[in-house]
């Protein structure tokens, strides 16, 4: 592998990993489909939804960890679908006990069903009381600036505003926002939710953001194996570029073959 690419990592809680690129598990045709796409997409980091997902705790049901090994993922808990700080906290734990002491999650509590919008109130309540139990967070969270900042002073490994709705696929809705979090955090940040093709992801690493983090652009495209490699070079081309540093935007052109010297 080559050197620059080795060191350019992206590390969440003490650990480093190869890939920018974070998947989830839901929504797809199957299980063999699931696994296809997560292992096309190159992503080392899968989020798991723990309310809607066996990983274990109903023993006459497929587990996703028959597809999808801990020793080869990072298996990342979430808590979708909580509504209230208690129901977050209470799925983490039932988390940490299915998979024997596991403290990485990811936390979103949701204020309304049709939205799928994040109850603030209730995540800066949540995350504090997992933090001080012990647990590594990565919170999805608007993109208020303010708020990102308190969730890190909490202690979050790792701060996760949406780029648009849940779902959504809007794409970037709000890249200045997510370029002050961005000037003001010391803790990762990865655009969580909005994502819906490639050129969606490439913007949010092209503004600076550590990772990206998708489910529904993939599960729902018409090829999920085919979009889930899409988004693999994406976001990778996004890394690149913005690590190149993109040229000025100018008003008028400036030829490429300047005219200035030329013999008459």
Known sequence: MNKSKQ??????????????????????????????????????????????????????????????????????????????AEDAVRTCRLARELLDGHDLVKLEVLGD???????????????????DDGFKVMVYTSDDPIVAKQLEEIGCVAVMPLGAPIGSGLGIRNPYNIRLILENASVPILVDAGVGTASDATVAMELGCDGVLMNTAIAAAREPVLMARAMNLAVESGRVAWKAGRMPRKLYASASSPIDGLIS
Do not use: F, H, M, W
């Open 7 to 84: 060191a350019d990592t992206l590390v969440i809680a003490g650990k480093s990993y190869q890939s920018r690129l974070l998947v989830g598990t839901g929504k797809y045709r199957d299980l063999a489909e699931t696994a296809a796409a997560i292992e096309a997409s190159g992503a080392e980091i899968v989020t798991v939804a723990v309310r809607r997902t066996n990983i274990g705790q109903n023993n006459d049901e497929p587990n996703l960890l028959d597809v999808l090994s801990p020793e080869k993922y990072t298996i990342l808990p979430n808590t979708a679908g909580c509504y209230t």
């Open 113 to 131: 069903q049709k939205t799928l919008y994040p109850d603030i109130t209730q995540t800066l309540s949540a995350a504090k009381t997992l933090v």
